[in-house]
């Protein structure tokens, strides 16, 4: 594959996964009570932390996912979601070790399809691929 | 740009504050800021009529006055015959609807402990407990 | 003169009389534990009392807080120095953890008419399950799901069987991760249609009375119009923390 192709591969990963965070982080804006909730559940955090947190996080999330969009600030934006999905997976797996039955990272709401296994494969993958786009990615803005 | 991804993260988590603010201005007396709120479990029988067909009646009284007169399609679950009457409960309930519990004024510890053991036991949600029991359906009926 | 006399005489006698005409029921104690055991039907609190007046004390009534409760005294009535008790029998009926009932008691005792009597009761069934109901949503993927079965320590079981009352589910017993512990693991053949199973869980306890316990198991029927659908992936994607998840499928 030649330099131009691997740049359009890595484009399109990056559309992908800054599209999925914005997705979240909007759909999370939305109903900040119940992001709350859904954090308050993993009981790591205290309540006041964790709404202050469901306010915050979700614009964070979108910000980012711009980032990777629009390819400004980008490595910072790589830096920081990779962050908070390392933070995800090992407060998924301490909640999981604990015996909260934390299904599809959302306890008690209708997880039909997603199993706690499936939700990890499913966020390792987005930790790679973030892996991937910041090994990938330029030290600078250099073409476009 | 030579900012560093570092200098780039640390701009991005400062600029997420302005509309993180912004929002949390907006829902300030939407939110409970320092405790949970828990959902409370008491309906009262305006509130169950308004729920519609989406209710399911549990009666946590005793077999004989369950057998005398009861709320139209409830069904028995009482602590005298809990083994044997929650598997039939459970077949008939569905995650969609809302059970509510109640029982007399006379035993009306009988309709939380019911609801308690449903969420713990079955770990089932929407369990609510009616207020005022048997009694405030019977005022209220029709 | 006389009269007077003789009338405050008579007032006098009577208030001493008064004063003197004591009822007093002792009780040797108004709460008592219990712990019944796991075979147990009924928990028995004996409340000793003792007259220890010098007038009868009148049982008016003795009235327990619950249906499952019945209490019964030996005598109505009872002559100073006498003796007796009144019994509260709880029915233990399915009720597990501490159970707490009173029995009321109303005598004619001026200074005391009414008498709490609190039995508690600690119940520690023979076998605890959590959850009690397992279910499968339409359409999803028929994995097993665990049943946790916590054994009373004292009854000494070492094997449960379980079945289901159709085939369209399995179930599998594998003992716990601590003693006294079992996980019955529960798979439905399929989850395209709606089917519901009561599972019978038998302990091999030799004390056991026949005592038989069950559990259910479910498939649900499929959920109905996309609105329902929306709201899920609504809440699929809301995960906590850090991440997303990808649109579901």
Redesign the interface.
């Known amino acids: 594959m030649d330099l131009s192709s691997r740049n359009i591969l890595w484009r399109i990963v990056a559309l992908i996964v800054g599209g999925i965070f914005i997705y979240a982080g909007v759909i999370k804006?939305m109903d900040?009570?119940a992001f709350?909730?859904d954090i308050?559940n993993y009981k790591i955090l205290p309540?006041?932390l964790a709404?202050?947190l469901a306010?915050?996080l979700?614009?964070?999330e979108m910000?980012?996912g711009l980032?990777l969009l629009l390819r400004s600030?980008?490595?910072?934006?790589?830096?920081?979601l990779t962050g908070l999905v390392s933070i995800f997976i090992v407060a998924s797996v301490v909640a999981r070790a604990r015996g909260l039955d934390i299904t599809c990272g959302c306890f008690?709401h209708?997880s039909k399809n997603w199993n706690f296994s499936g939700h990890l494969a499913l966020d390792l993958a987005i930790f790679a691929a973030l892996i991937a786009l910041w090994i990938s990615s330029p030290r600078?803005?250099q073409e476009l | 740009?030579?900012?560093?991804?570092?200098?780039?993260?640390?701009?991005?988590?400062a600029?997420?504050?302005v509309?993180?603010?912004g929002?949390?201005i907006y829902?300030r007396d939407?939110?409970?800021?320092?405790?949970?709120i828990p959902a409370s479990e008491l309906v009262t029988v305006d509130q169950a009529r308004s729920w519609g067909d989406n209710v399911i009646w549990v009666d946590a009284r005793?077999d004989n006055e369950f057998e005398r007169d009861h709320i139209p399609g409830a069904i028995l679950l009482?602590?005298?015959?809990?083994?044997?009457l929650?598997?039939h409960f459970?077949?008939q309930?569905?995650?969609?609807r809302k059970i509510i519990v109640y029982c007399s004024a006379?035993?009306c510890?009988?309709s939380r402990e019911v609801a308690k053991r449903l969420r713990d036991?079955?770990?089932?949600?929407n369990v609510f407990v009616l207020d005022g029991g048997w009694e405030e359906w019977l005022k209220d009926k029709r | 003169m006389n009269t007077n006399f003789s009338r405050l005489i008579g007032i006098l006698a009577l208030a001493a009389q008064a004063q003197s005409a004591r009822a007093e029921l002792k009780w040797e104690q108004t709460s008592v534990d219990l712990r019944p055991g796991f075979n147990d039907k009924q928990a028995v609190a004996h409340f000793n009392y003792e007259n220890v007046g010098n007038t009868p004390v009148h049982f008016k009534s003795v009235h327990a807080s619950?249906?499952?409760t019945t209490a019964q005294t030996q005598n109505e009535q009872v002559a100073p120095g006498q003796k007796g008790e009144i019994t509260a029998t709880f029915?233990i009926?399915?009720?597990t953890g501490t159970q707490v009932k009173t029995v009321t008691v109303q005598t004619d005792d001026p200074e005391r008419s009414s008498i709490v009597l609190t039995l508690k009761a600690v119940i520690t069934p023979l076998l605890?399950?959590?959850?009690?109901?397992v279910y499968w949503q339409n359409g999803e993927e028929p994995k097993p799901k665990i049943i946790t079965a916590k054994a009373n320590k004292d009854a000494a079981i070492k094997k449960l069987d379980v079945s289901s009352s159709t085939p369209d589910f399995t179930a599998k017993v594998d003992p716990g991760s601590a003693p006294n512990e079992f996980r019955i693991s529960v798979q439905p053949r399929d989850t395209t249609k709606a089917v519901?199973a009561?599972l019978t869980i038998k302990p091999d306890s030799p004390a056991n009375t026949g005592n038989m316990?069950?559990?259910?198991a479910?498939v649900?029927?499929s959920?109905?119009a996309s609105k329902?659908t929306l709201s899920t992936i609504r809440h699929d994607l809301a995960t906590p923390a850090a991440t997303a998840a990808s649109p579901s499928q």
């Open positions: 804006a900040p009570v709350a909730n308050d309540w006041p709404v202050r306010f915050y979700p614009w964070l910000l980012c980032a600030f980008y490595r910072g934006g790589l830096f920081i008690g209708a600078q803005q | 740009m030579k900012a560093s991804a570092v200098r780039q993260a640390l701009l991005l988590i600029l997420a504050f509309p993180a603010i929002e949390a829902f939407k939110v409970s800021w320092q405790s949970p005793a009482n602590e005298d015959r809990w083994n044997e929650l598997p459970l077949g309930w569905s995650p969609e006379q035993s510890n009988a036991e079955a770990q089932l949600k | 619950c249906g499952c029915n009926g399915g009720r605890e399950f959590q959850p009690t109901l519901y009561t316990f069950s559990a259910a479910r649900m029927p959920a109905p329902s």
